[in-house]
């Protein structure tokens, strides 16, 4: 079972600096790839449930960062991504719990719960693949990197992976680094 015993207290020393980092803190950053195809991902599922009281999509996903990726994805490709909006959720519910995983204070379930995202990107994938409305969304995510985005994603489970097994904390940044005994005995 996870608790909040897996967080470094805010005083302790960075873990950046013992190079053990495993995923970063977003906050720090400018968002990578995978964490802006989630955020627009996040803006997608927002327009479908709420589209009778928003009938401008461009709005809605230019608020979910539509605009910061080259290329900018299409009303074709946009369409084509809805397309596969019950896979698309499952993208979203395998980000929430790592994201639940990852918070201070972590459901006492919120191991249990862990899903892996690369796994569900890949299922998304499928989804697209066998639907020939989405062959703009597929030739988009191409343009963008989506083995780029697969790359990360399979990172941010192994880090999680990790932390569920008790060799990395999440640090006080909201970093997920290796535990610096694991690091000496070659595991990570």
């Not at 990852?102 to 862990?114: C, I, K, S």
């Not at 989506?146 to 990790?162: F, G, I, N, Y």
Request: glycine share 6%; with cysteine; proline share 5%.
């Amino acid at each position: 079972m996870l608790t909040a015993s897996h967080t470094v207290p805010a005083g302790a020393p960075s873990l950046r600096r013992a190079g053990g980092l495993l995923w970063p803190c977003l906050e720090d950053a400018k968002p990578d790839l995978l964490t802006r195809l989630l955020t627009f991902f996040r803006g997608c599922d927002d327009y479908v449930q709420n589209s009778p009281w928003r009938r401008d999509m461009s709005e809605t996903l230019r608020l979910h960062g539509r605009h910061e990726f080259r290329p900018m994805p299409s009303q074709a490709a946009v369409v084509g991504l809805l397309t596969a909006w019950a896979e698309l959720r499952k993208v979203l519910l395998a980000d929430d719990a790592f994201l639940a995983l990852v918070q201070p204070n972590a459901p006492e379930d919120a191991a249990d719960q862990f899903q892996s995202l690369k796994a569900a990107l890949m299922w998304f994938r499928v989804g697209l693949d066998r639907d020939v409305r989405t062959v703009e969304a597929r030739n988009w995510l191409d343009a963008i990197g989506w083995q780029d985005v697969l790359a990360l994603a399979e990172k941010r489970d192994q880090a999680a992976e990790r932390l569920i097994a008790g060799r990395a904390v999440v640090g006080a940044e909201g970093d997920i680094a290796a535990l610096p005994a694991v690091q000496r005995e070659g595991a990570v």
